[in-house]
Each structure stands twice: as structure tokens, then as C-alpha cells.
């Protein structure tokens, strides 16, 4: 694929990376209160939050642990009831405070498998859950959100370590995607 062929599937910018830094310094400054005294484990789903993680952590004013756990489903991301770990936990979480870092929540059904398998097998303190994008329209199961970037529609979003097929994460600003 040609590098102009590769831009010309982007879309419109829904968030500009001035906008998501501005929203990353709210945020961190948000969890470095709430969290002043029982310092959390920041743990990111891979792959997609990890540009969001990056940028939490690089203006949180408190100490903080991270570390990052991976699943994957047998027949793509929707299903549930098909989902393992690839990558579990390296530090032990039990009597800890976790917070969970996403990139985005859209049916919930993700973040309501890590909810439930961190609380099962790990036996944490707490879980608080921080994601940058909310597509609530799309919600099929509930999920506690304690910390949000922004409310987006119902679009498919590349950029900022979002990906499409594993391209995209590299860009600055958050796109809509132009599916074909
Ligand atoms: P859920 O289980 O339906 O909430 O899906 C959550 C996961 O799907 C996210 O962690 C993303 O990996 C992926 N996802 C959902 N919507 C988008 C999108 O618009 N762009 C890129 N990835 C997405």
C-alpha cells in the first residue's frame, strides 16, 4: 500500500491531540487526588491504551505502579465466553487499588470480562476504571467509569494507539475512519 492511499482512509479528526492533551492533564490531575493516599496500580488492556497510559502517568503527581495485561478472543473481539489471557499480570494485585486504563469502551463487553477475571483471580482492593473514549450508544453490558476523556458517537476511531487492523496508532490525533 502506498503511504497516500494508506491517509486517504482517515476521515475527519474527532479529537485533535491538542484537545487530548488538555483532557490527559484534567484527567491525571483527577486520579492524583482521588489517589493521594492509597496509591494505584495503572493496568492497560493492550495494545490500544498505551499512548493514553503513556501520558497519564507522564503528569500524574503521585506514585504509581503499572503494568499491563493482554486477552484475546477466538472469534474477534465481540464475543464473550471465548476470551483467554495472553498476558497476565506481573505484579501481585491482591490488597491493591487498581486502575484500569482504556482506550475506549463501546459495548462494554471487554471491560466487563477484565473487570470480572481481576476481581475472580487477583482479589484486589478496588477497581476504578479510566478510559479516553466512551461510545455509550453502542452499550450492551454495564460497566462502572469513573474517569472519561470524551463521548464519541457511533464511528469507527483510528489514532492515538487506536488501531485498524494494527495501523493508525501512530497518529497524533483521533480520526474517524472511512470504512469502504
Ligand atoms: P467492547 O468490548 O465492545 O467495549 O470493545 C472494546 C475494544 O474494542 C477496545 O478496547 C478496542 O480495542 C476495540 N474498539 C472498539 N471500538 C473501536 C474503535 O472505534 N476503534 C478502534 N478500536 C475499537
Known amino acids: 500500500m502506498k503511504a497516500e492511499e494508506y491517509y486517504k482512509k482517515l476521515g475527519k479528526v474527532i479529537i485533535s491531540a491538542s484537545q ?15 489517589y493521594d493516599k492509597n496509591f494505584p496500580v495503572l493496568i492497560s488492556n493492550l495494545k490500544g491504551s498505551f499512548r493514553f497510559l503513556a501520558d497519564i502517568v507522564k ?17 474477534g473481539h465481540k464475543s464473550i465466553g471465548n476470551v483467554r489471557v495472553i498476558k497476565d499480570l ?3 494485585v491482591s490488597n491493591k487499588n487498581i486502575l484500569l486504563v482504556e482506550d475506549i469502551v463501546d459495548t462494554g463487553i471487554t471491560l466487563d ?12 482492593i478496588d477497581i476504578r476504571v479510566c478510559t479516553l473514549l466512551d461510545k455509550p ?6 460497566v462502572p467509569i469513573h474517569y472519561k476523556g470524551f463521548d464519541i458517537p457511533d464511528v469507527f476511531v483510528v ?20 470504512i469502504d
Open 90 to 92: 506481573k505484579i501481585d
Open 59 to 75: 503528569y500524574v503527581k503521585i506514585p504509581v505502579m503499572i503494568d499491563f495485561i493482554a486477552f484475546q478472543s477466538y472469534e
Open 159 to 178: 489514532g492515538y494507539g487506536l488501531d485498524y487492523k494494527e495501523f493508525f496508532r501512530e497518529l497524533n490525533d483521533i480520526y474517524e475512519l472511512k
Open 113 to 124: 470480562y477484565i473487570i470480572k477475571y481481576l476481581e475472580e483471580f487477583k482479589k484486589p
Open 20 to 34: 487530548i492533551e488538555r483532557k490527559v492533564k484534567e484527567m491525571a490531575k483527577q486520579i492524583s487526588k482521588d
Open 137 to 142: 450508544s453502542k452499550r450492551k453490558v454495564y
